[in-house]
């Protein structure tokens, strides 16, 4: 009984430490599985060219997409944003409904011109962000992107560049 006493009074010792080394190598765990989830998600972003400036995109090609845009976000990684692609240009106004999150709303013709920038207030419903033109494409960013990135309107988007070569669609 003795010996059963001491390793019990051991452990009641060491206790605590194995409590905290454990909590430790979970938190490691959980924040690596946090890096690995964030690089599978990765390659669904697209790589476009603002400028010169690379961007990350998720593409929202579809009315579903499109809809829901980056409604209920409550951040967005600072170089990724948000590409609307419309099947045909058009004079189009986008608002911010649900959108918790400041952002720069970037009309773009087919050409790929920027037609013009608006930097648009969370939730305010108030307010119709309209293009400047017929536009084809919106980028949607963190608010102050583009000027933090020195781009202006009639400054160009090269929509070709991503990680498979082929064109975003």
Request: proline fraction near 5%; aromatic fraction near 8%; charged fraction near 20%.
């Given at each position: 009984?003795?010996?059963v006493r001491?390793?019990?009074?051991?452990?009641?010792?060491?206790?605590?430490?194995?409590?905290?080394?454990?909590?430790?190598?979970?938190?490691?765990?959980?924040?690596?599985g946090?890096?690995?989830?964030?690089?599978?998600?990765?390659?669904?972003?697209?790589k476009?060219?603002?400028?010169?400036?690379?961007?990350?995109?998720?593409?929202?090609?579809?009315?579903?997409?499109?809809?829901?845009?980056?409604?209920?976000r409550?951040?967005?990684?600072?170089?990724?944003?948000?590409?609307?692609?419309?099947?045909?240009?058009?004079?189009?106004?986008?608002?911010?409904?649900?959108?918790?999150?400041?952002?720069?709303?970037?009309?773009?013709?087919?050409?790929?011109?920027?037609?013009?920038?608006?930097?648009?207030?969370?939730?305010?419903?108030?307010?119709?962000?309209?293009?400047?033109?017929?536009?084809?494409?919106?980028?949607?960013?963190?608010?102050?992107?583009?000027?933090?990135?020195?781009?202006?309107?009639?400054?160009?988007?090269?929509?070709?560049?991503?990680?498979?070569?082929?064109?975003?669609?």
């Amino acid at each position: 009984m003795k010996n059963v006493r001491v390793t019990s009074a051991l452990l009641d010792r060491r206790t605590p430490v194995l409590l905290v080394v454990t909590l430790i190598a979970a938190s490691l765990a959980f924040a690596q599985g946090i890096a690995w989830s964030r690089d599978l998600k990765t390659p669904g972003l697209k790589k476009i060219l603002v400028g010169k400036t690379p961007l990350w995109v998720e593409v929202a090609d579809t009315l579903e997409k499109q809809e829901r845009g980056l409604m209920f976000r409550r951040s967005l990684p600072e170089n990724e944003g948000m590409l609307f692609v419309y099947r045909e240009p058009v004079e189009m106004s986008f608002w911010m409904r649900n959108t918790l999150i400041p952002l720069d709303i970037v009309f773009v013709g087919a050409d790929g011109v920027i037609l013009n920038i608006h930097q648009a207030r969370p939730l305010d419903e108030s307010i119709l962000y309209r293009s400047a033109g017929a536009a084809r494409y919106v980028i949607e960013t963190n608010q102050g992107w583009f000027a933090r990135h020195g781009i202006a309107p009639g400054d160009r988007v090269n929509l070709l560049q991503h990680r498979s070569g082929n064109p975003v669609k």
